[in-house]
């Protein structure tokens, strides 16, 4: 069965620390990756993804991330965080041409000012 | 902008009810789930849609059903509520095409089953 599984289950940073959440998943065949984030009290909402090409991906708020088809990794990372980085952030897998995703247990993000 | 709406945002059952939770999405999406979030097992799918009147189950379908009557609303219900049913439900939907479509989600219902 595909699993994602997400190393930290939190993680406590001081601002303008630089930030590495890791994320592995276990499905061998293509696939497409995401990194959804939660800020309290509000929805889930899209990081960045990936799917093809560039296997270093930038998305929104400074975030980045990079596929390693070898160590099966999509770890996200940000140079230098800020208090409202604070949130919870998930990592998801969608086998290609497929409906479904699996997500990860999430890690929690505290950014102390 | 895609907007995803679920019926309640709190909810308090008693064991043994029969529960349904709404979502509707204007955005004309085929692909619509449902999942749980609870702490520390992140978000788990119950089951999904992608289209009218089709579902498939997820990873814990046990305990719940579907129903997609209109491409816009997709209903969970639970037949008969238990305490570990306990959790926050969220819902998403997607466009259905070849690319990796990302997942809009909707605000979540807190359903507690006293």
């Known amino acids: 069965a595909q699993s994602v599984s997400q190393h930290n289950h939190h993680v406590i940073l001081s601002e303008a620390a630089s930030l590495e959440l890791g994320c592995n998943y276990s499905?061998?065949?293509?696939?497409?990756l995401f990194w959804y984030v939660q800020y309290p009290g509000q929805h889930l909402q899209l990081l960045l993804k990936?799917?093809?090409?560039?296997?270093l991906v930038k998305g929104i708020k400074g975030f980045e991330a990079e596929f390693i088809k070898s160590k099966f990794s999509f770890n996200l990372r940000k140079p230098s965080v800020q208090w409202s980085d604070t949130a919870e952030y998930f990592c998801a897998v969608k086998k290609y041409n497929n409906n479904d995703m699996r997500f990860g247990a999430g890690t929690r993000l505290t950014v102390k000012p | 902008d895609v907007k995803v709406t679920q019926s309640s945002r709190y909810l308090v059952k008693r064991t043994g009810e029969k529960v349904f939770l709404e979502c509707v999405q204007d955005?004309?999406?085929?692909?619509m789930f449902w999942y749980r979030q609870d702490p520390g097992l992140g978000l788990r799918l119950i089951y999904f849609s992608y289209d009218v009147k089709m579902k498939e189950k997820g990873d814990i379908p046990e305990g719940y059903s579907v129903s997609r009557e209109k491409k816009e609303r997709f209903s969970l219900i639970l037949e008969s509520a238990s305490t570990n049913q306990t959790s926050m439900y969220l819902c998403a939907s997607s466009r259905r095409t070849s690319r990796p479509e990302t997942q809009y989600f909707g605000p979540g219902t807190r359903l507690l089953v006293l």
């Open positions: 990936y799917f093809s090409g560039d296997p």
């Open positions: 499905y061998g065949g293509t696939v497409n």
């Open positions: 955005m004309d999406h085929e692909n």
